[in-house]
């Protein structure tokens, strides 16, 4: 199939392997792609369309070719969950386009499943990255802990950091009070 695949509402979730159709494929405003399969033509999301990889467990949608995302603008519009230390769902591309300067941490919806913790979890791997992220947008919180976006190589993480262990807590406020007491 080299046609155009235009999702223009609803969601399309995408759960078998189909790197042989090369058609474009472009998502309009208020319309969601997602699932576990591969899609092999060149894939746009317009302004306002959501993409959302996995379905009810940790997967990955894959991309076969390029996957633009740079007029992805909106609050929560990247869905991701994200599992144990470093397991999340994933999206795999060829080059991908995030914009100059206007990706952020709040254009993501993170949820969480049993084991969620401090790490580094990949969002996205790709065969290079053009663009950069939103550097007054880079951080926020997920369950209560710090977390922030980052790029290295031709990957997009979020690193979350770890919350401090009680027994370390009261280490430092023993510690602090034997310190004061002198």
Request: aromatic share 8%; charged share 10%.
């Amino acid at each position: 199939y080299t046609g155009l695949t235009k999702v223009t509402a609803g969601t399309l979730l995408v759960n078998g392997a189909n790197s042989g159709a090369t058609g474009a494929v472009t998502v309009d405003s208020g319309a969601t792609l997602g699932g576990t399969g591969t899609i092999g033509g060149a894939t746009t999301l317009s302004a306002g369309s959501y993409l959302s990889p996995g379905d009810n467990s940790l997967s990955t949608l894959t991309f076969s070719g390029a996957l633009d995302i740079s007029a992805v603008n909106d609050i929560g519009n990247l869905k991701f969950t994200l599992g144990a230390i470093g397991t999340s769902d994933m999206i795999a591309s060829g080059a991908l386009t995030i914009g100059a300067g206007t990706l952020g941490f709040d254009d993501f919806s993170f949820a969480t499943i049993t084991g969620f913790g401090g790490g580094n979890y990949k969002l996205f791997q790709s065969t290079g990255i053009t663009g950069s992220l939103d550097a007054g947008n880079l951080t926020g919180v997920i369950d209560g802990l710090n977390s922030s976006l980052f790029i290295s190589g031709n990957d997009l993480y979020l690193n979350v950091v770890p919350e401090p262990s009680t027994a370390v807590l009261f280490g430092l406020g023993i510690s602090g009070l034997l310190f004061y007491a002198r």
